[in-house]
């Protein structure tokens, strides 16, 4: 009787590329790309602008369907799903910090870290109340009713942080999470993201940022659209 099982990865590609056309020519954003992902870890991919790592992200948040290959999260082939099936994929499992915040101007801090559950049938008393420990998670519950455009660079990131996480997702990922922030601050954003994954959030960044790298236990290096290591 064969007993070996095989290993469980929380994510695991296998084979993915995407292809863009681009006038009369193919151009492959990701030419073929095999890792995994185990529960837990803090991932950072690593490439210069081009290279496919954001490409890849998007990928892997159910967001950029594939060419080819097949993108599994707990075992789940999330592009099988339905598009409505992959948003409730995304609301339960991913939390999505974006390169430029996105944050919705007229709205306040808190009402911005609501909105990942604007369409989860929480009450919105309970969806205060998890908002709230988002913010004070990230440091910011002094400032729940203050506009975006009232809080420095820093404090925006932490907002985004916290409406990432509102829905206690297993997966966090960030699209060059300190890309626009001085060292310091980008230091002090970091160090959160490190806390949140010490807590047992599996994080997977994009960065072309060693210094960033150094906060990730295994780093995936982009080139071409393929992995060279990781």
Request: proline share 3%; hydrophobic share 40%.
């Amino acid at each position: 009787m064969n007993t070996t099982t095989q290993a469980h990865h929380l994510i695991e590609l296998k084979g993915v590329g995407k292809d863009y056309q681009d006038g009369g020519q193919v151009v492959s954003a990701i030419r073929e790309m095999h890792f995994c992902v185990d529960d837990g870890e803090f991932i950072a991919i690593m490439g210069q602008s081009g290279s496919g790592k954001s490409t890849l992200l998007s990928l892997l948040g159910g967001l950029n369907h594939p060419s080819r290959g097949q993108a599994l999260v707990d075992s789940l082939d999330i592009y099988a799903l339905s598009s409505e099936q992959r948003a409730d994929f995304r609301s339960e499992y991913i939390g999505i910090i974006f390169q430029s915040f996105q944050l919705i101007p007229y709205l306040t801090v808190l009402e911005n870290v609501k909105l990942p559950m604007a369409i989860t049938g929480i009450s919105d008393r309970e969806q205060d109340g998890m908002a709230m420990a988002a913010l004070e998670k990230v440091g910011l519950g002094a400032k729940s009713g203050r506009l975006p455009d009232q809080l420095s660079g820093g404090e925006q990131e932490r907002v985004a942080i916290a409406r990432a996480i509102v829905n206690r997702p297993p997966i966090l990922l960030a699209d060059e999470p300190t890309g626009s922030l001085d060292s310091a601050t980008a230091e002090e954003i970091m160090t959160l993201l490190k806390e949140l994954n010490r807590e047992g959030l599996t994080v997977i960044m994009v960065t072309h940022n060693p210094e960033a790298c150094a906060y990730a236990d295994r780093v995936i290096t982009v080139k071409d659209g393929v992995c060279l290591a990781g």
